[in-house]
Nanobody, 123 residues
Framework: QVQLVESGGGSVQAGGSLRLSCAASGRTFSTYGMGWFRQAPGKERDFVAAIDRSGSNTYYRDSVKGRLTISRDNAKNTVYLQMNSLIPEDTAVYYC????????????????WGQGTQVTVSS
C-alpha cells in the first residue's frame, strides 16, 4: 500500500513557475514507477510525465517537453514536477501516481493516486 500526498500547487501568471511535490509513504518507493497526470474541468485525465524506478529515464507528453521536468529523490520518497514557462492551457488539477511497473504512460497502469493539487495559470 502506498499513500501519496501532493503539494505545491497555486496560481501564477503565464510565464511563471511552480514546483509540485508528491510525498509517498512506505519503504518501497524505489520499486514504483511514478507519474504525473492532470485533469482540466470537463476533460479527461491526461498523462503529463513519468519517471522510472531509478530516475534514469523520463517521459513527457509533447506539449510539456522543454517546460516541465519530472524528477525523484528515492531517499526522500518524493517525486517532483518542476513547471516552467507555464501557459493557461496548463491549468488543471495535477495528480501524482505510483505504478508497480518500471514506468508507465497510461493511467490504467497506475495503482495508487494522490488527492490532487490545483494549478491555475492566468494570462
Amino acid at each position: 500500500q502506498v499513500q501519496l500526498v501532493e503539494s505545491g500547487g497555486g496560481s501564477v501568471q503565464a510565464g511563471g513557475s511552480l514546483r509540485l511535490s508528491c510525498a509517498a509513504s512506505g519503504r518501497t518507493f524505489s520499486t514504483y514507477g511514478m507519474g504525473w497526470f492532470r485533469q482540466a474541468p470537463g476533460k479527461e485525465r491526461d498523462f503529463v510525465a513519468a519517471i522510472d524506478r531509478s530516475g534514469s529515464n523520463t517521459y513527457y507528453r509533447d506539449s510539456v517537453k522543454g517546460r516541465l521536468t519530472i524528477s525523484r529523490d528515492n531517499a526522500k520518497n518524493t517525486v517532483y514536477l518542476q513547471m516552467n514557462s507555464l501557459i493557461p492551457e496548463d491549468t488543471a488539477v495535477y495528480y501524482c501516481a505510483a505504478s508497480a511497473a518500471r514506468y508507465a504512460l497510461t493511467s490504467r497502469s497506475y495503482e495508487y493516486w494522490g488527492q490532487g493539487t490545483q494549478v491555475t495559470v492566468s494570462s
